[in-house]
């Protein structure tokens, strides 16, 4: 029951990350540098805060405790995470929902399964979850596989994409993606989805506030929300910068006041995005309290957006009038990429 719980919590996790950027289509005449940082501030400081003040007793006590090392590399993290977060909706913007969260979360699932065993085979004297046990055990070598199913399905759908856009007209392609660019997008979505794996390396750094937490009375079942607002702190420095630069370079500061557009309703439905946006995170750490796995845990979210995001691309007709084999084929790297998380997560099942 704890299990089928776990994978509940993740699935509405996945289903809000997958959904969220759909009111950010009811914005209008705003730059998406405007209603990115507004969204941002729900996402990364008004909601993890709320969260946590409802779940976590005295909870910046917890962080204002803890000891400088944890709170720097879990900071670190979300800073490095906050690029993927950005190169994320930019990849969004370019290739619409299906084709940008398929590439971005597939990347995401291939790093945030190999990197932490690399660094610790480099850098550690750690014996366990490195990447030269994982070569040598079942678990790992099924991991392994699950990695190489996730870059043919990246590479599949890329394939996907590109007979799109030999196929469909520049009309026909901003119809449904205003801003699509096949290559732009891939470039962005290819960082953002290696840099969007740092936060499950962030919430890992993090633990000893969530132990901390359980310890002072918090109920587990929400013990990660202390972790996400640090960790969120680095997402929301990297994404105010970017964007702050981006409205001064762009000139797009009075967005934010400009009466010609409809204020109440973009100020709105960009905080019901990044409201939304975190509701990922406050069920995914529900999620992995239940499971107690980490990795798999992440392996699942991922999956689980790829689908929803992929419904809402097949709905919102991203890829109407494709030839039926450009169609087959975004569906095939879709299903390859769902197939390697599934891979990926029952390796780390096996390794535990």
């Known amino acids: 029951m704890q299990a089928l719980l776990g994978v509940f919590f993740h ?41 946590a003040w409802l779940t976590i007793p005295d909870f910046m006590h917890i962080i204002r405790t803890t000891d400088s090392d944890t709170l720097f590399w879990t900071y670190v993290m979300g800073l490095l995470w906050g690029i993927g977060g950005l190169t994320f909706g930019l990849s969004v913007r370019y290739l619409g929902l299906s084709l940008g969260q398929s590439v971005v979360l597939g990347f995401c699932s291939v790093f945030g399964a190999l990197i932490p065993p690399i660094y610790r085979d480099l850098f550690t004297s750690a014996s366990h979850g490195t990447i030269s046990q994982m070569i040598a055990s079942t678990g790992g070598q099924v991991v392994l596989l699950g990695v190489a199913i996730c870059v043919v399905g990246i590479c599949i759908c890329g394939k996907a994409g590109m007979m799109k856009e030999g196929e469909l007209s520049e009309e026909e392609k901003k119809a449904s993606i205003q801003e699509f660019n096949l290559w732009k997008g891939l470039i962005v979505a290819t960082m953002s989805g290696i840099l ?122 991203e890829w109407k009038g494709v030839k039926p084999a450009t169609y087959r084929t975004i569906l095939t790297g879709i299903a390859t990429i769902i197939l390697s998380v599934l891979i990926v997560g029952y390796g780390n099942y096996l390794s535990e």
């Open 11 to 51: 699935f509405v996790g996945g289903f809000a990350s997958g959904s969220f950027y759909i009111p950010f289509k009811r914005v209008k005449a705003w730059a998406w540098e405007s209603y990115w940082i507004i969204g941002g501030l729900f996402s990364w400081l008004i909601a993890p805060h709320i969260a």
């Open 196 to 317: 969007s794996a740092c936060f499950n390396f962030g919430i890992e750094a993090g633990k000893p506030m969530a132990h901390v937490a359980v310890e002072q009375g918090c109920n587990p079942l929400f013990q990660n929300n202390v972790i996400f607002v640090v960790v969120l702190w680095g997402g929301l420095t990297t994404n105010l910068i970017w964007s702050l630069l981006l409205n001064f370079r762009n000139k797009t500061f009075g967005n934010y006041v400009d009466k010609k557009t409809p204020l109440l309703n973009n100020y709105l439905f960009s905080a019901i995005a990044g409201t939304t946006w975190f509701l990922q995170f406050f069920f995914y750490g529900m999620g992995e309290s239940k499971l107690g796995n980490g990795a798999s845990s992440w392996i699942l979210h991922t999956a689980s957006i790829i689908i929803i995001s992929n419904l809402w691309g097949l709905y919102l007709k």
